[in-house]
Nanobody, 126 residues
Framework: QVQLIESGGGLVPVGGSLKLSCKASGFRLNTYSMGWFRQAPGSEREFVAAIKRFSSSTYYGDSVKGRFFMSRDNAKNTVYLQMDSLKAEDTAVYFC???????????????????WGQGTQVTVSS
C-alpha cells in the first residue's frame, strides 16, 4: 500500500537551513503528484510546495517562494524540501502528500490529496 514517511525535521535558528525528506513506497514516485504542506497550532493546513507527476515542474506557496525548493529523486523514490532563510513563522509540522490524479490547479489544495505522511516537526527559534 501507499506509504509516505517524512524525516529531517528539527530545531534550527532563524536564518538557518533544513532539508526534509519524504520516502515513498507502494508506487512509482514519478507517476504521482507530490506536495508539501505545513500546519501550525491553531492554523489550517497550508500549501508549501508541489511537483507535478510526469514532470519536473514545481509550484510554491507565496510565503516560501525564493526560500524553499522542492525536488524529486525517482531512483530513491524520495522527494525533498530544501528550506533556506528560515523564519520563526515557518515553525510547523510539515507533511508530505501524494495523489495520482491531480491537475495543476489542484496541487495547492490539501483536500485533493489521497495519501499523507505522519508529519515532521520544524521549529525555527528566534
Amino acid at each position: 500500500q501507499v506509504q509516505l514517511i517524512e524525516s529531517g525535521g528539527g530545531l534550527v535558528p532563524v536564518g538557518g537551513s533544513l532539508k526534509l525528506s519524504c520516502k515513498a513506497s507502494g508506487f512509482r514516485l514519478n507517476t504521482y503528484s507530490m506536495g508539501w504542506f505545513r500546519q501550525a497550532p491553531g492554523s489550517e493546513r497550508e500549501f508549501v510546495a508541489a511537483i507535478k507527476r510526469f514532470s519536473s515542474s514545481t509550484y510554491y506557496g507565496d510565503s516560501v517562494k525564493g526560500r524553499f525548493f522542492m525536488s524529486r529523486d525517482n531512483a530513491k523514490n524520495t522527494v525533498y524540501l530544501q528550506m533556506d532563510s528560515l523564519k520563526a513563522e515557518d515553525t510547523a509540522v510539515y507533511f508530505c502528500a501524494a495523489d495520482e490524479r491531480l491537475i495543476t490547479s489542484s496541487l495547492g489544495l490539501p483536500s485533493q490529496y489521497d495519501y499523507w505522511g505522519q508529519g515532521t516537526q520544524v521549529t525555527v527559534s528566534s
